[in-house]
């Protein structure tokens, strides 16, 4: 199964499609899980891949959409209602589920998302080192000729006629053009674009960090240096579109959060909707209001 669910992280990395790797790195007996079972899970809450018994994977399920949401791996430890032998861990995140049939776990997640995507509009010497250096940050870096929807940005380095690839790269949806231009042609620029104050504020004239740059390399550096600041501090979106979250319940029986998926125990009992963390629960609450 290992080499399957490898072949299919690959597969899942190439089509740009986000999902999180859960990894067993210890468990404690008599859990059903062992150090090293991993699953894969996507952002409809589907799981392929075996993490541990119905209870656990729910638990790891409903964390791991967390960790999709925040881009940050989480070491997730997962405990039976009462359990207090097993080590601490500084830093884990740590669920009690009650309905786990005894034995620890703890599980590392870790986000793997597709790389943000830099398109370079130009055939200048500082589109050349923005593509070069773009490329060697891990951006997935887009020519002139090349689809801009879905890009986290976009740098328009053609010394000249900067009108029409702002205007597209706007009309495209990217949150983040960058013009490589003097102050003033800037200055110009946005005045005879007269944009509205949403698009103005996507548009980053004399784009680059004030660095002293001269060069092309030193230039490029200054730009994708404040493309990723907008990235790691300013809130700005990678481009992919992100799927809709599951919608989440709490199990009526035992009070743990469910992610609701197709496979979710369920019972509708006087027209009201019930999900439950394992069938185990289901049936308890079935014979509740027999």
Same mark, same amino acid.
């Given at each position: 199964?290992?080499?399957?669910?490898?072949?299919?992280?690959?597969?899942?990395?190439?089509?740009?499609?986000?999902?999180?790797?859960?990894?067993?790195?210890?468990?404690?007996?008599?859990?059903?899980?062992?150090?090293?079972?991993?699953?894969?899970?996507?952002?409809?809450?589907?799981?392929?891949?075996?993490?541990?018994?119905?209870?656990?994977?729910?638990?790891?399920?409903?964390?791991?959409?967390?960790?999709?949401?925040?881009?940050?791996?989480?070491?997730?430890?997962?405990?039976?209602?009462?359990?207090?032998?097993?080590?601490?861990?500084?830093?884990?995140?740590?669920?009690?589920?009650?309905?786990?049939?005894?034995?620890?776990?703890?599980?590392?997640?870790?986000?793997?998302?597709?790389?943000? +995507?830099?398109?370079?509009?130009?055939?200048?010497?500082?589109?050349?080192?923005?593509?070069?250096?773009?490329?060697?940050?891990?951006?997935? +870096?887009?020519?002139?000729?090349?689809?801009?929807?879905?890009?986290?940005?976009?740098? +328009?380095?053609?010394?000249?006629?900067?009108?029409?690839?702002?205007?597209?790269?706007?009309?495209?949806?990217?949150?983040?053009?960058?013009?490589?231009?003097?102050?003033?042609?800037?200055?110009?620029?946005?005045?005879?674009?007269?944009?509205?104050?949403?698009?103005?504020?996507?548009?980053?004239?004399?784009?680059?960090?004030?660095?002293?740059?001269?060069? @092309?390399?030193?230039?490029?550096?200054?730009?994708?240096?404040?493309? +990723?600041?907008?990235?790691?501090?300013?809130?700005?979106?990678?481009?992919? @579109?992100?799927?809709?979250?599951?919608?989440?319940?709490?199990? @009526?029986?035992?009070?743990?959060?469910?992610?609701?998926?197709?496979?979710?125990?369920?019972?509708?009992?006087?027209?009201?909707?019930?999900?439950?963390?394992?069938?185990?629960?289901?049936?308890?609450?079935?014979?509740?209001?027999?």
């Amino acid at each position: 199964m290992t080499s399957t669910l490898t072949a299919r992280a690959d597969a899942l990395r190439s089509s740009g499609v986000p999902f999180v790797q859960a990894t067993v790195v210890r468990a404690q007996e008599p859990s059903s899980a062992r150090p090293g079972d991993r699953a894969i899970i996507l952002a409809d809450g589907s799981m392929e891949g075996f993490v541990g018994g119905h209870c656990a994977a729910g638990s790891v399920r409903t964390a791991a959409l967390d960790v999709l949401g925040t881009g940050e791996s989480m070491l997730l430890r997962v405990l039976p209602d009462g359990q207090a032998a097993f080590p601490e861990s500084p830093g884990a995140t740590v669920v009690v589920n009650p309905c786990l049939s005894g034995g620890a776990l703890e599980i590392y997640l870790e986000p793997l998302l597709p790389a943000p +995507v830099v398109a370079v509009v130009g055939d200048s010497p500082t589109a050349e080192a923005v593509a070069t250096l773009g490329a060697a940050l891990g951006f997935v +870096v887009r020519g002139s000729d090349e689809e801009q929807a879905g890009a986290t940005a976009v740098v +328009v380095a053609t010394h000249g006629d900067e009108l029409g690839p702002v205007r597209a790269a706007l009309d495209a949806g990217v949150d983040f053009v960058g013009v490589v231009c003097s102050r003033t042609r800037g200055a110009a620029l946005m005045a005879e674009l007269a944009l509205p104050a949403e698009e103005a504020a996507r548009v980053h004239p004399h784009v680059g960090l004030d660095i002293g740059a001269r060069t @092309p390399a030193e230039v490029a550096l200054s730009i994708l240096g404040e493309v +990723v600041r907008a990235l790691r501090l300013e809130g700005l979106a990678t481009g992919v @579109p992100q799927a809709p979250r599951p919608t989440r319940a709490v199990d @009526p029986v035992c009070g743990m959060t469910v992610t609701i998926g197709p496979d979710t125990p369920h019972a509708r009992v006087d027209g009201i909707d019930h999900w439950f963390c394992n069938p185990g629960c289901r049936t308890r609450f079935l014979e509740q209001h027999a």
